[in-house]
């Protein structure tokens, strides 16, 4: 493992990490390990607010365990959570308002209410040129 580069060597500590605190607090054998007793501990990862991308790398670390070093006989099955989807804070009418009024600056006034009546994102209000407004 000296051989590995710092981050690779990095991610397989925590791989390694997450195997031990599966282990012990399921405190079973490492034969034992079923498909049931995985998705208790992934749902209790869940529960304590661990994101659903940490819960899946565990996953993988646990499957990685069971067929490469216990050589479980039969693959066992992981039900994996979906992706998180968070939507967008938006802005209120008043606070809309607000922002554009107490903006002094003419060009910075000009560039929010364009951006804000056109719904242009940022990348595109960066690359805006003048002959786009013509």
Do not use: W
């Amino acid at each position: 493992m000296n051989m590995l580069r710092p981050k690779r060597r990095l991610r397989y500590q925590k791989v390694r990490n997450q195997i031990e605190r599966f282990l012990s607090s399921c405190q079973i054998e490492s034969k034992a390990v079923t498909t049931s007793v995985v998705q208790t501990y992934c749902l209790d990862l869940l529960e304590r607010g661990i994101s659903h991308s940490s819960v899946n790398q565990t996953i993988s670390a646990i499957r990685f365990y069971c067929k490469h070093v216990l050589h479980h006989p039969t693959e066992i099955q992981y039900v994996r959570p979906k992706k998180q989807t968070k939507l967008p804070q938006v802005l209120s009418e008043k606070e809309v308002a607000h922002l554009l009024i107490s903006v002094t600056n003419l060009k910075h006034k000009t560039i929010l209410f364009l951006t804000y009546s056109s719904g242009l994102r940022v990348g595109e209000v960066v690359r805006l040129r003048c002959s786009d407004l013509y």
